[in-house]
Every structure is written in structure tokens, then in C-alpha cells.
């Protein structure tokens, strides 16, 4: 068998699942039935205090599948990932629906490993990735504010569970495709829900989505749309009489970033288009002619005042300074001079902000203006580098490269002699990949769970390519 024959069984390889018989315990059964009943009667009276914890407790009975199917499982948490900012099930926002759901996706799947003795992988990029998590940790020991790490700590590693689980559910190309389709759906009904919510009397200059009251941050708003439209485009049409849908899906999410007023974020968009141009130069172009379409339509969409807004926006970037970015940054390059191998340790940018502040030269408008309060880095790279310093750094950067370069070359091989399938989701994560890449220059976008779900999809598509004994893909 050729090696190409082997990468084409290995990535069509069905995931193995723990059969109900595993579950059939009489006993186990009735206990199972009598706690979804007390739970179904909890979940409706719960529904008429809060809809969201009324949601998440009648979606408990249905846990035990998690146990059984945690791909699809999975693919729920997909469903609602983009509404994460708006999921908040306590008032201090400690606890939401989406990591609620998480751990329970995560639990479940973790329990079917565990019964169905199934290997967990990671090539080259997840260790990488590891790596950087585990130094992270580590810098909890010398970081300044260790009440500030400890919540923060505990989110990074469940974003890399997050990932792990990721990786190695999606080495089966038919789960890919769903998650990447289910991704653009959802974010497609968030883009109608912000049109939708767009003031008619142009009341605000930036869109957004507001739920009871819970509101998305623009720039946040952004972060959800930007990766999905990507993909969106990256993948375009798919076979069938309805295969356009996904340039269909990319009007609204377009729409909703447009709204958003965020530069990154479109900064970002753009970034992914063109690398898409610049690879497949026809599949490239139909995407921007969508985006003509949808620049055409922003005035019929988007209030006079908004447009205008948005417009101003760029056009005013220097005078602004990026919104004051550019002196939060030099901050940041003063905190790295100082601490350029140890750092400050993991989530102390916000705490060592203001000790750096009146020596870095800033504006003094921003100095007065931003006196107190915590300031987040809004890069990842600069964050990085002055919480982990150089080695720390280096990781990210390192496990980034290993991810980007290892799902190029699977894009290359099977664009020429493999599955077409696998080369255009193989593109469609490169493309989305460079958009996490850019947009990550302005917001601190690793806080996110849609880049660690990027990055699951990109080491499942190499784990799922590596032909079996022969390591990494090589050319």
C-alpha cells in the first residue's frame, strides 16, 4: 500500500464507540431513569428563574450520551461556543453555560477513553503547545499576583483540554467537515441576531448582541465572527444543490463584523482572504466578489451613522493611537526589558501595568485617562512575552509554527495526490490559522476558545495524515 493510500484509510478511520451494551445494567438503568425524571422536574421550575440554568439543567439527562457519542457531543459545545459572551449563568460571570457544557463534554469524553482503553495522541505542535501550558504553570511560582493566576491558570488548562479533546476526536475527516460546518452556522445566527439588533435610528456606533443584560464587547464580538467567516470562504461551495450555503453564511457573519467596528478583526478577515487568494487564486476570487457583494449592501444594512463610524475608525488610526494600543504596548516593551527570561509570570500584565507606566513615555492623555483599572495587553505576542519571557515565547511561537507548517504541507500533498476533501479542509484551516495570527496583534485573542478549536482541528488533520511509521508529514 502506498503511503498515500495509508493516509487516506488512516484519515477515514471511524471513531470507535462505547456501545449501550457497556450500559445495561438493570439497576444502573432505572437509577439513570429516576435521576433524569428529578432532574427534568428541576431544569422546568429552574426555566422560570433564569432560562439559561433552566437550559443546563434540563440538558443534564441527556449527559449519559456524552458518555456514548462524544464527538457529537462535541459538536454541540461547537453550537454554542460563539455565544459565549452573552452565556453567563451568575451575575459575577464565573460560570457559564458554554463552560458548563465544556466540562461536561470534556468529562464525558475523557470517561470514554477510559473505557474504550483509547491511546490520547499528540504529534510535535500539541506537545509544543504542552509545553507552553506546563511553563505557564510553573510561572505561578514567581508570578506577582497569585490570586490573579490561579483563575487564569485554571482556564488555560482547561482551553487545552479543550484542545486535546479536539485534536483527537478529529482525526476522523466526517467529524472535521461537521465541525467546521456547525461552527459557521451558529456564528451565521449570531451575525443575523446582530443586524437584527442594529439600532434603526443609527443609536450606536458599534454593533453588537445583547441578551437580558449581557452584551458582547465589540472587539470580542468580532473575535467570535472573524475565524468562522474565514472557514466560510476558505471551504466555499460543497457538492449537492444547495452547496453554496457557506458563501451564504459568510453575508451575515461578514455583515456582523462590519458592525462590530473592530480593525482587528477586519484587519484579520482580510489577512485570511488573501493568503486564500494568493493559494487558490479562483477559489480566492469568488470570496472577494461575496465580499463586494457585501460591501455593496453595508449601506442597506448598517445605519448611516455606523458606516461613517467605522469609517472614521480607520481613517483616524494614528491620531488614536490604535485606541491607545500603542501606548499600552510600550508599556509592555518596558515590563519585557525588565523581566526579558523569567517575565512576570503568567496573567501579571494587568497587575504590573501600573508600576511601568509613568517610566515607559506614554501619552499623558492616556496616563490620565487610564490611571487605574486593569489593562490587558490586547496582543499575544507582547502578553506573552512579558508574562513568560523569552523561553515562554518561544513555545507559543515554536507550537504555532509546528501547527502552521505541518497543515501547509498536508495542503500541499493532498491538493496534488491525495483526498480533495482533506486539501480544501487542510486550506480552510491555514486560512483561519493566519487570521488568528493577525488579529492576535490587537486583542488577546488566546482567551478565546475558538483558537484552541482552530488548533485541535489543525493537529487532528495531521495526526489523521501521518502515515503510520513514518512520523511527520514530509514531501
Not at 479533546?165 to 456547525?182: F, G, K, Q, Y
Request: charged fraction near 10%.
Amino acid at each position: 500500500m502506498s503511503v498515500t493510500d495509508r493516509m487516506s484509510a488512516a484519515i477515514g478511520r471511524p471513531v470507535a464507540r462505547l456501545t449501550p451494551a457497556m450500559v445495561q445494567d438493570n439497576g444502573l438503568a432505572v437509577a439513570v431513569v429516576a435521576l433524569g425524571a428529578v432532574l427534568l422536574l428541576v431544569g422546568g421550575m429552574a426555566f422560570f428563574v433564569n432560562p439559561k440554568i433552566g437550559a443546563a439543567a434540563l440538558g443534564l439527562p441527556v449527559a449519559p450520551l456524552f458518555l456514548l457519542y462524544p464527538a457529537h457531543a462535541m459538536l454541540l459545545l461547537i453550537g454554542v461556543m460563539p455565544f459565549d459572551n452573552v452565556a453567563a449563568l451568575l451575575p459575577d460571570r464565573t460560570l457559564s453555560l458554554t463552560r458548563l457544557l465544556g466540562l461536561a463534554v470534556i468529562g464525558g469524553w475523557a470517561v470514554w477513553v477510559l473505557a474504550n482503553r483509547t491511546r490520547v495522541r499528540l504529534s510535535a505542535p500539541g506537545i509544543l503547545l504542552g509545553a507552553y501550558v506546563g511553563f505557564a504553570m510553573l510561572s505561578y511560582f514567581w508570578t506577582q499576583n497569585q490570586d490573579a493566576a490561579a483563575p487564569q491558570l485554571q482556564t488555560l488548562v482547561q482551553l487545552f483540554l479543550l484542545y486535546v479533546m479536539s485534536a483527537n476526536l478529529m482525526t476522523h475527516l466526517p467529524t472535521l467537515e461537521r465541525t467546521a460546518n456547525v461552527l459557521i452556522v451558529s456564528t451565521a445566527l449570531l451575525g443575523l441576531l446582530v443586524i437584527w439588533q442594529l439600532p434603526g435610528g443609527g443609536g450606536g456606533e458599534r454593533g453588537t448582541f445583547t441578551y437580558g443584560d449581557q452584551s458582547f464587547n465589540p472587539n470580542y464580538l468580532a473575535a467570535a465572527l472573524v475565524l468562522p467567516a474565514v472557514m466560510a470562504a476558505a471551504l466555499g461551495r460543497s457538492r449537492g444543490a444547495f452547496g453554496w450555503w457557506r458563501l451564504a453564511a459568510l453575508l451575515p457573519i461578514g455583515a456582523g463584523i462590519l458592525a462590530s467596528g473592530s480593525r482587528g478583526g477586519i484587519v484579520g478577515f482580510v489577512a485570511g482572504v488573501v493568503f486564500l487568494v494568493v493559494a487558490r487564486p479562483q477559489l480566492g476570487v469568488r470570496a472577494l466578489g461575496g465580499l463586494l457583494i457585501l460591501a455593496t449592501a453595508a449601506p442597506l444594512i448598517m445605519p448611516a451613522t455606523m458606516l461613517d463610524h467605522l469609517i472614521a475608525r480607520f481613517s483616524t488610526a494614528g491620531s488614536d493611537r490604535l485606541s491607545g494600543r500603542l501606548d499600552i504596548w510600550k508599556v509592555a516593551f518596558a515590563m519585557i526589558s525588565a523581566h526579558p527570561f523569567q517575565g512576570t509570570g503568567f496573567a501579571g500584565f494587568e497587575g504590573t501595568f501600573y508600576e511601568y507606566m509613568s517610566t515607559a513615555g506614554i501619552d499623558p492623555m492616556f496616563a490620565i485617562m487610564h490611571f487605574r483599572g486593569n489593562r490587558a495587553a490586547h496582543n499575544v505576542y507582547l502578553s506573552t512575552l512579558a508574562e513568560l519571557g523569552i523561553f515562554g515565547f518561544g513555545l507559543l511561537l515554536a507550537a504555532f509554527a509546528a501547527h502552521g507548517l505541518q497543515t501547509f504541507r498536508a495542503w500541499r500533498l493532498h491538493r496534488r495526490w491525495g483526498d480533495p476533501r482533506v486539501a480544501a479542509l487542510a486550506l480552510g484551516l491555514c486560512c483561519t490559522f493566519v487570521s488568528v495570527l493577525v488579529f492576535g496583534n490587537t486583542i488577546d485573542l488566546m482567551t478565546r476558545k475558538e483558537p484552541w478549536v482552530v488548533l485541535g482541528m489543525m493537529q487532528g488533520l495531521i495526526l489523521a495524515t501521518e502515515a503510520p511509521g513514518q512520523g511527520a508529514l514530509r514531501r
